[in-house]
């Protein structure tokens, strides 16, 4: 569920500002396959990351990670495989998992938190 003003767009714009600002690049943003959808594909040297932006009220029932479901899991690295395939210039790149959400606005400001390597296929 969306925070009251807060859509996905506008959590996935915090994100992608906050990952920037941390030296992370862009390469591809709300990739869609059969398998899936990857919210933000970012690059940090020669780490490809594959990030699921959450946005949220607050935190009090569920931890971003733990609103990132076995079944999700599984749909995120399905999806960044067919992104492996279909982008070959990735395919010697390390691959990470990364949940970022955003949480807000209280008081006017938004939180993140940015869990890197949130998970690894098959767990």
């Excluded at 569920?1 to 959590?11: D, P, R, S």
């Excluded at 990030?51 to 960044?80: H, I, M, N, T």
Aim: with cysteine; charged share 30%; hydrophobic share 45%.
């Amino acid at each position: 569920m969306h925070a009251k003003g807060l859509t996905g767009q506008h959590a996935e714009r915090l994100a992608l500002a906050h990952l920037e600002a941390r030296g992370l690049a862009l390469v591809a943003q709300n990739f869609r396959c059969r398998t899936g959808e990857i919210d933000l594909v970012m690059q940090a040297g020669r780490t490809l990351v594959i990030v699921e932006v959450r946005s949220r009220r607050s935190s009090r029932f569920a931890s971003p990670l733990e609103s990132v479901d076995f079944r999700k899991r599984g749909k995120l690295v399905r999806a960044a495989n067919f992104f492996l395939v279909k982008h070959r210039a990735f395919s010697r790149h390390a691959v990470r998992f990364d949940v970022v959400s955003v949480e807000g606005p209280s008081d006017g400001a938004y939180r993140l938190k940015w869990v890197r390597d949130a998970f690894r296929p098959g767990e």
